[in-house]
C-alpha cells in the first residue's frame, strides 16, 4: 500500500494524521505508518536523518583514528554521481570529499566534460579516512556501504562514476582488475555506472589519462541517451 493510499484509509478512520512539515516537499513521508504504530514496510529515508547517522558514526575502526567523518557534497539531486574510495589527509581536515590534490585534478575531469562540481553528487565508500591513506579493508567496506547506496537512492543520479579500483570493486561486488571493468557500462539497481581511472593514480600515471577521458566520454553518451 502506498503512503497516498495508507493517509486516505488513516483518514476515514477518523484518525487524524499529522505530517511534519517537510513532507510537503517530499523530502519525508512515512509518518502516517508511526502515528497508526505499525511496523515500517517501507522505510522512507531522508538526508538528515541519514547526515545526522554518518556524523558520529562508530561502526567500524575507522572512527578511531579520523578527524571527522566525509559524508559528500553537491547537488542532491544530480544526473551524475562520483564516488571515489576514502577520505584523503585534507578530506579528513575539511569535512568534504576530493578538496585535496586528487580533487583538483577530479575537478578538471568534470571541467573536460562541461559539469561544474556544484552540478553533480560527490561522495565516497568510507567515510572515515584509513590511517595513512591505506586502502580500506572490507569490513570497513561492508559496514560503511550501506550509507552510500542510501545516498545514492536518495540522489538518483542518472549515471554513476566510481573512481578507481578500491571503489569499483566495492560497488560491483567484484574482484576484477580495473582495466577490465573500465571502458564499460555496469549497472546498480538499474543504474548505469562507469568505472574510471582514480584521479590519484592519473597524476601519476599520464599514459592512462586518454582511458579516463573515453570513459568519461562513455558516461557522458550515457547521460545523453537517458535524456534523449
Ligand atoms: N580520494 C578519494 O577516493 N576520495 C576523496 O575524497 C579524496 C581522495
Ligand atoms: Fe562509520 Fe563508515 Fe566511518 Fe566506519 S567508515 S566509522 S562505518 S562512517
Avoid at 493510499?5 to 517537510?22: F, H, S
Avoid at 545514492?152 to 582488475?177: C, F, H, M, S, Y
Avoid at 599514459?207 to 573515453?214: C, E, G, R, T, V
Amino acid at each position: 500500500m502506498d503512503n497516498a493510499t495508507r493517509l486516505q484509509y488513516l483518514e476515514a478512520m477518523g484518525i487524524d494524521v499529522w505530517l511534519p512539515r517537510a513532507s510537503a516537499n517530499h523530502e519525508q513521508a512515512a509518518a502516517p505508518d508511526a502515528i497508526a504504530g505499525n511496523t515500517l514496510p517501507e522505510q522512507i529515508d531522508n538526508w538528515e536523518t541519514l547526515q545526522a547517522e554518518v556524523a558520529p558514526c562508530t561502526k567500524c575502526d575507522l572512527c578511531k583514528t579520523r578527524t571527522q567523518t566525509v559524508f559528500g557534497s553537491g547537488n542532491k539531486n544530480a544526473d551524475w554521481m562520483f564516488i571515489g574510495e576514502g577520505p584523503g589527509q585534507s578530506e579528513d581536515q575539511q569535512g568534504l570529499p576530493f578538496v585535496g590534490k586528487a580533487g583538483q585534478l577530479l575537478t578538471e575531469m568534470l571541467r573536460a566534460i562541461d559539469l561544474d562540481r556544484e552540478e553533480v553528487y560527490i561522495a565516497n565508500i568510507v567515510k572515515c579516512r584509513p590511517p595513512a591513506n591505506r586502502d580500506p579493508k572490507p569490513i570497513e567496506i561492508e559496514t560503511c556501504k550501506p550509507y552510500l547506496l542510501r545516498q545514492i537512492a536518495l540522489v538518483k543520479p542518472k549515471v554513476i562514476v566510481v573512481l578507481g579500483r578500491v571503489a569499483a570493486q566495492a560497488l560491483l561486488n567484484t574482484d576484477e582488475p580495473i582495466g577490465k571493468l573500465r571502458g564499460k557500462i555496469h549497472a546498480l539497481n538499474g543504474t548505469p555506472v562507469v568505472v574510471v581511472y582514480h584521479p590519484a593514480y592519473l597524476l601519476r600515471s599520464l599514459l592512462d589519462k586518454p582511458k579516463a577521458w573515453a570513459d568519461l566520454e562513455l558516461a557522458l553518451q550515457t547521460v545523453k541517451n537517458i535524456k534523449g
